[in-house]
């Protein structure tokens, strides 16, 4: 299975009770400090509930837990970007319901976006100085 494969959505706009998760983790040994990034996406099972992306960004730091904190942000379906090969998972920027959402990406090999509000605003761009692994991510779908 080559990493297009690996990495392809698997929710499909019809799929309900799906929870599917691609997620980067970083870990600087010498500082003791680490971020895990997320991209979901999510259809509850719930009707009245509609499927929805959030973007996650955790900074930890194993010597001063004070200064470790966590923001994430939902963001509507519609902004929504896939491709299967080659490999993307895109969350458009823009204006939506009165909200500013950058845009957030993730490619083999390249990991970038916005997320947070006021003096918690992160943002991020990472690239895979050797090819990704191909683990499995989770999903339900």
Do not use: H, K
């Not at 971020?35 to 099972?45: D, H, K, L, M, S």
């Not at 939902?74 to 993307?88: C, I, Q």
């Not at 969350?91 to 509000?117: K, S």
């Amino acid at each position: 299975m080559n990493l297009d494969q690996a990495n392809a959505l698997r929710w499909t706009a019809a799929a309900r009770g799906c929870y599917e998760v691609y997620y980067l983790t970083v870990n600087d040994l010498a500082s003791e400090t680490g971020y895990w990034i997320r991209y979901v996406v999510q259809a509850p099972e719930i009707t009245e509930r509609s499927a929805e992306l959030e973007l996650w960004f955790t900074f930890l730091d194993r010597r001063d837990p004070e200064q470790s904190f966590g923001v994430f942000e939902r963001r509507p379906l519609g902004t929504l970007e896939s491709r299967a090969a080659p490999f993307r998972l895109g969350f458009a920027g823009g204006f939506v319901g009165g909200r500013r959402f950058a845009p957030a990406e993730l490619r083999n090999g390249l990991a970038r976006g916005e997320v947070g509000r006021g003096d918690r605003r992160v943002t991020w761009r990472s690239r895979a100085s050797r090819p990704p692994r191909t683990d499995r991510r989770r999903s339900t779908c």
